[in-house]
């Protein structure tokens, strides 16, 4: 049985979890809202695939709730996922969708096969240009999510990331970096401006030297001056935000606030009040869904058929016309398929020769790829290719971006840029 008058709004951190969730005594009492965090132990791997987390959520529900089934909304960590502010010409309401799908087949073609994106739609006062806020998410890491939460006995309504939880509780006129620890060392930074996560990075804290670099860096391009500091309190977020506070030129204020961590829960609960949570599990509730509208259709039309016989029985020659017209649409829907086979047939033959030329294109490549250079992962698409690729140092992918070119590739871009002291990995996007 699922409770539908109780929902629980669920955050997952570094080492602990937060619940916000409603409960009443009664049917006449006042629904009340209560907080609670529970830790858990962190595994090696990633936190989707940690055990120790379904118990904990388990545990979770079975004191609150007992054995029912417990509708939930999940906030998850930013991780392995995409944030993106696009621009596009002004167009009407009806044209805008469709729009936006063109944008992202064409210049993210990557989204289509591993993400799961969610966009909102910001008109300009002018009419002149449409701004368009794009968060995306990996399939596989929201899948598993779905997969720990229904083990502990929840039924998942929505994931959404974290940061835009943390926007709404930011969302004013003052610019905000909020920190937050990372597992294996590391540490997050998320900027906001007007409560809308402007920049996310990933920092290592291993060594102090290196910390301090990379806040240099990543406070160089900044135009607009930070006004606030936000951590979770963390062990690495505390060190960041020191090593910030010394080496920023601006006056920052850091504000710790005990009950921040509830305050995003309750800002996440107003997002889906008023429909403005970016749901990556909408995609795998379409087919609970139809199976809930196939079952409600399907009993409503065994209660018509029902009547049907009862109030209608005597109708025989009525019922024998709808017979006969059924078995001419049976012929007609038979004369149909036969026509949809001969077509895929057709089509697929064609997508096969289309195949044959994109693996040739992708084969050309291959001699470019020289020693020390190794390549993680491909995506060839619409005459795209997106290359992931570790190499020992810059010189080399510079050379394979030159050997590309020569080739008659053209448009070389990155799309992401990690350097350490043992490799440097690239995202590399480029045109045929």
Same mark, same amino acid.
């Given at each position: 049985?699922?409770?539908?008058?109780?929902?629980?709004?669920?955050?997952?951190?570094?080492?602990?979890?937060?619940?916000?969730?409603?409960?009443?005594?009664?049917?006449? =009492?006042?629904?009340?809202?209560?907080?609670?965090?529970?830790?858990?132990?962190?595994?090696?791997?990633?936190?989707?695939?940690?055990?120790?987390?379904?118990?904990?959520?388990?545990?979770?529900?079975?004191?609150?709730?007992?054995?029912?089934?417990?509708?939930?909304?999940?906030?998850?960590?930013?991780?392995?996922?995409?944030?993106?502010?696009?621009?596009?010409?002004?167009?009407?309401?009806?044209?805008?969708?469709?729009?936006?799908?063109?944008?992202?087949?064409?210049?993210?073609?990557?989204?289509?096969?591993?993400?799961?994106?969610?966009?909102?739609?910001?008109?300009?006062?002018?009419?002149?240009?449409?701004?368009?806020?794009?968060?995306?998410?990996?399939?596989?890491?929201?899948?598993?999510?779905?997969?720990?939460?229904?083990?502990?006995?929840?039924?998942?309504?929505?994931?959404?990331?974290?940061?835009?939880?943390?926007?709404?509780?930011?969302?004013?006129?003052?610019?905000?970096?909020?920190?937050?620890?990372?597992?294996?060392?590391?540490?997050?930074?998320?900027?906001?401006?007007?409560?809308?996560?402007?920049?996310?990075?990933?920092?290592?804290?291993?060594?102090?030297?290196?910390?301090?670099?990379?806040?240099?860096?990543?406070?160089?391009?900044?135009?607009?001056?930070?006004?606030?500091?936000?951590?979770?309190?963390?062990?690495?977020?505390?060190?960041?935000?020191?090593?910030?506070?010394?080496?920023?030129?601006?006056?920052?204020?850091?504000?710790?606030?005990?009950?921040?961590?509830?305050?995003?829960?309750?800002?996440?609960?107003?997002?889906?009040?008023?429909?403005?949570?970016?749901?990556?599990?909408?995609?795998?509730?379409?087919?609970?869904?139809?199976?809930?509208?196939?079952?409600?259709?399907?009993?409503?039309?065994?209660?018509?058929?029902?009547?049907?016989?009862?109030?209608?029985?005597?109708?025989?020659?009525?019922?024998?016309?709808?017979?006969?017209?059924?078995?001419?649409?049976?012929?007609?829907?038979?004369?149909?398929?036969?026509?949809?086979?001969?077509?895929?047939?057709?089509?697929?033959?064609?997508?096969?020769?289309? =195949?044959?030329?994109?693996?040739?294109?992708?084969?050309?490549?291959?001699?470019?790829?020289?020693?020390?250079?190794?390549?993680?992962?491909?995506?060839?698409?619409?005459?795209?290719?997106?290359?992931?690729?570790? =190499?020992?140092?810059?010189?080399?992918?510079?050379?394979?971006?030159?050997?590309?070119?020569?080739?008659?590739?053209?448009?070389?871009?990155?799309?992401?840029?990690?350097?350490?002291?043992?490799?440097?990995?690239?995202?590399?996007?480029?045109?045929?």
């Amino acid at each position: 049985m699922v409770w539908t008058d109780r929902q629980v709004w669920i955050e997952i951190r570094q080492d602990e979890v937060g619940f916000l969730y409603t409960k009443k005594k009664n049917c006449k =009492s006042d629904t009340s809202f209560l907080y609670e965090r529970l830790p858990y132990r962190i595994k090696e791997s990633n936190a989707e695939e940690n055990e120790d987390l379904t118990y904990v959520l388990q545990c979770f529900r079975e004191k609150n709730y007992g054995k029912s089934l417990v509708p939930a909304y999940l906030i998850i960590p930013f991780e392995n996922g995409l944030i993106r502010e696009m621009r596009l010409p002004w167009i009407n309401k009806r044209k805008r969708n469709e729009a936006v799908q063109y944008y992202i087949r064409n210049e993210i073609p990557v989204l289509l096969d591993d993400f799961v994106y969610h966009y909102s739609i910001l008109e300009d006062e002018t009419k002149e240009f449409l701004h368009i806020h794009l968060a995306a998410a990996r399939k596989e890491i929201i899948s598993a999510y779905g997969r720990i939460m229904k083990e502990a006995g929840y039924f998942l309504q929505g994931v959404e990331f974290a940061l835009s939880a943390i926007g709404e509780t930011v969302n004013s006129k003052r610019t905000v970096i909020f920190l937050q620890g990372l597992k294996e060392n590391r540490a997050q930074f998320i900027l906001y401006k007007n409560g809308v996560p402007q920049t996310v990075t990933e920092i290592e804290l291993n060594q102090y030297d290196q910390a301090k670099y990379h806040i240099y860096l990543a406070l160089k391009g900044l135009e607009l001056p930070i006004d606030l500091i936000l951590t979770d309190q963390s062990r690495q977020a505390e060190r960041l935000a020191r090593l910030l506070m010394d080496y920023s030129q601006n006056d920052l204020e850091l504000a710790n606030d005990r009950e921040f961590q509830r305050q995003v829960l309750w800002a996440e609960r107003q997002r889906v009040k008023s429909g403005k949570n970016n749901n990556f599990y909408k995609t795998f509730l379409r087919p609970i869904k139809a199976k809930m509208a196939a079952g409600f259709l399907g009993g409503i039309l065994t209660v018509m058929i029902f009547f049907g016989a009862v109030i209608w029985f005597p109708s025989f020659q009525n019922y024998f016309r709808v017979l006969n017209e059924n078995q001419v649409l049976q012929d007609q829907l038979q004369h149909l398929k036969s026509n949809e086979e001969t077509v895929i047939w057709e089509g697929w033959k064609k997508e096969q020769g289309v =195949s044959s030329l994109n693996l040739k294109n992708v084969g050309n490549i291959l001699p470019f790829i020289r020693e020390g250079m190794n390549v993680t992962r491909m995506n060839y698409k619409q005459g795209i290719l997106v290359l992931w690729i570790e =190499s020992r140092d810059n010189a080399s992918v510079t050379s394979l971006i030159g050997n590309l070119t020569a080739a008659g590739w053209k448009d070389p871009s990155l799309l992401e840029y990690k350097y350490t002291a043992e490799k440097t990995s690239v995202c590399l996007r480029i045109k045929k």
